[in-house]
């Protein structure tokens, strides 16, 4: 992460060229959804566009705020320690409220949808509404303990490897649904949904049954919640979709994509 001494990420300032460039990503890729949901016969604003952030400073990322997005997720912990409190401030001053300590009206939350390890989680539970990327139970005890620790409540997803690649974390699909109803039951975490990514194929039937699948994982675990909780259980988001396969996710029933390049353009690091 040499970016992080390249690149001052609390930085405020953004020019009007650039501010205008990431406005006409958000724009172009709220167009896309919607089109997306009508194409594949879904509810229009049934999909949550999610801002990737990951190298992008503050002034970035509130040129993303200002022009419609409310939902930001970080990948790497040390970056939402870097740009939290900051970005907080800086939405303040737009009537926005960002993180763990914003108002009900306004709250735009901020995901980790990057890997966590357990000595980063103090750090992260504070400034973040919820963590993206639980890969199984053990991960999910540990930031149970420590939310309890710091009277906090957390959301959190698990994140499933659907397409097997040994280069992606995530829990296995065939585990999947035990782990997700073992977590629900852990104290002072919500379980929300389920995270993955898609295959790195430019295949829209593999790309799509992996999506499938993970559907068809939160449709079976969120049917056995609300039989144990009288049918009372809260819908469970399906995390998935990028820039490249965010059209597939939505046909597959996604309703949260998580978009970086496409709003922000090319990272200048990686």
Same mark, same amino acid.
């Given at each position: 992460m040499a970016y992080m001494t390249q @690149? %001052? #990420?609390? $930085?405020t300032e953004v020019d009007c060229v650039r501010a205008r460039q990431i406005a006409d990503g958000v724009h172009s890729v709220q167009d896309a959804i919607a089109q997306a949901e009508s194409h594949y016969g879904r509810k229009p604003e049934s999909v949550t566009l999610l801002a990737a952030t990951k190298t992008r400073d503050v002034g970035e990322i509130m040129a993303a705020l200002k022009a419609g997005v409310r939902v930001i997720g970080e990948n790497r912990p040390q970056e939402i320690?870097? @740009?939290a409190e900051i970005l907080r401030k800086e939405a303040a001053r737009e009537n926005l409220s960002v993180g763990v300590n914003g108002s009900i $009206?306004?709250?735009i939350p901020l995901? =980790?949808?990057?890997q966590l390890q357990s000595n980063k989680i103090n750090k992260v539970l504070p400034l973040a509404n919820g963590i993206q990327s639980v890969d199984g139970i053990e991960l999910a005890q540990k930031i149970s303990t420590r939310a309890q620790n710091l009277g906090l409540c957390t959301d959190v997803m =698990? !994140?499933?490897n659907v397409s097997g690649e040994v280069t992606k974390s995530g829990c296995a699909p065939e585990?999947?649904? %035990? !782990?997700? #109803?073992a977590i629900s039951s852990l104290p002072s975490l919500n379980l929300c949904g389920f995270m993955t990514l898609g295959a790195r194929v430019n295949d829209e039937k593999?790309?799509?049954?992996?999506?499938a699948a993970l559907r068809e994982i939160r449709d079976c675990v969120s049917e056995q919640l609300a039989q144990d909780y009288d049918g009372n259980s809260a819908k469970l988001e399906l995390s998935m979709g990028m820039s490249g396969d965010f059209a597939w996710a939505i046909a597959e029933g996604s309703t949260m994509i998580r978009i970086g390049s496409a709003i922000f353009g090319p990272r200048a690091f990686v």
């Open positions: @690149k %001052d #990420l609390a $930085n320690v870097a @740009k $009206n306004s709250e995901y =980790l949808i990057g =698990l !994140e499933v585990r999947a649904i %035990d !782990e997700a #109803l593999i790309v799509r049954s992996g999506f």
